[in-house]
């Protein structure tokens, strides 16, 4: 099959880039934005996410590819809203699925997203910011355990396919 278009590209598809830090628990300064479900396909590079933000509720189908396979930090996106029965229907394919509660905190002039996992990733919190392109790295919240923006074990689409043994390592930096 010849195609003409590459997963990734055209001109919808942006750049996303994010530093990602291991947090013990949720800062208590965090303030509640968002219950997100994401659902993985698996051996693809698409995810369906429900947003719930009190009333509101955002439904997308996301494709996310990397530019480079070994580099989680940087990846072109591309988002597609759907209506709740584009959603309903799509919700019936199998998928992996996370569960986690999105906080906003700010420090040091710096606001994160951060995520308190759910369900068998019970326990996970991870911390994130977007950075432009050709900007430098920053500092994490100060609570960080890690900076963990290089290692795929903590992106969304590892972690929804992760066995229970690959999440004991994960969870296991928890408590060194």
């Known amino acids: 099959m010849n195609q003409d278009r590459t997963p990734g590209e055209g001109k919808y598809a942006q750049i996303e880039r994010e530093q990602r830090w291991l947090l013990p628990s949720v ?35 996301t494709q996310k590819v990397r530019i480079d396979e070994d580099q989680p930090e940087v990846i072109k996106i591309t988002n597609l809203y759907l209506t709740s029965p584009e959603f309903a229907l799509l919700s019936r394919l199998p998928t992996l699925t996370i569960l ?47 900076e963990v923006t290089d290692d795929n074990r903590y992106s969304g689409g590892f972690l929804a396919a992760a066995s229970d043994d690959q999440l004991a390592k994960i969870f296991s930096q928890l408590t060194n």
């Open 100 to 146: 986690k509660h999105r906080f906003s905190y700010e420090e040091r002039q710096s606001m994160f997203a951060v995520d308190s996992f759910d369900g068998r990733h019970r326990g996970l919190v991870l911390a994130e910011i977007e950075i432009g392109r050709y900007d430098q790295r920053g500092l994490g919240p100060s609570s960080a355990l890690a």
């Open 27 to 61: 800062p208590e300064e965090a303030v509640f934005r968002a219950e997100i479900t994401d659902r993985y396909f698996e051996g693809t590079t698409l995810r369906l996410r429900k947003v719930t933000s009190g009333t509101k509720t955002t439904l997308k189908l």
